[in-house]
């Protein structure tokens, strides 16, 4: 899972909207570890504050995210709920607007890595705080 979530972000090319992805599917699967973990990061990499506090309403944001982060946002929210058991066609579309064939593959293949290693982090129940 480490290589791939290393080779995911390298092929997305944009180390902050990796650490957006990777945060807003934390709060999704209520990861205190991974969003501790990819805050930081994203602090590291001057995310700005604004996105940070506003990533949970994300839709509701306005002009905070450009059209390009929401799409990968709402494609990070479709591959994690799955609720209809299918990322909705639109859904993708909007994402494959935005990113290349390569980079739509690395952008699937980071929300699949966050959510794998956020059922690992809560199951093992890994609190906050031990990232370094």
């Known amino acids: 899972m480490s290589a791939l979530s290393a080779a995911a972000k390298r092929g997305l090319g944009d180390p902050g909207l990796a650490e957006l992805v990777a945060i807003r599917a934390s709060q999704i699967n209520h990861c205190a570890f991974c969003l501790d973990m990819h805050l930081t990061i ?22 905070i995210f450009d059209e390009r982060e ?4 709402a494609l990070t ?30 952008l699937l293949a980071l929300i699949v890595a966050i959510n794998n ?11 906050p705080g031990e990232y370094s």
Do not use: C
């Not at 299918?86 to 739509?104: M, S, W």
């Open 42 to 63: 994203a602090r590291e990499l001057n995310v700005p504050r604004s996105k940070l506090d506003l990533l949970n309403a994300w839709e509701e944001a306005g002009d």
């Open 70 to 73: 929401r799409a990968a946002l």
């Open 77 to 106: 929210e479709a591959v994690t709920v799955l609720t209809d058991g299918f990322v909705p066609d639109a859904v993708y579309e909007q994402a494959a607007k935005h990113f290349d064939d390569g980079r739509t593959a690395h």
């Open 117 to 127: 290693w956020n059922r690992v982090m809560v199951g093992r129940r890994i609190p």
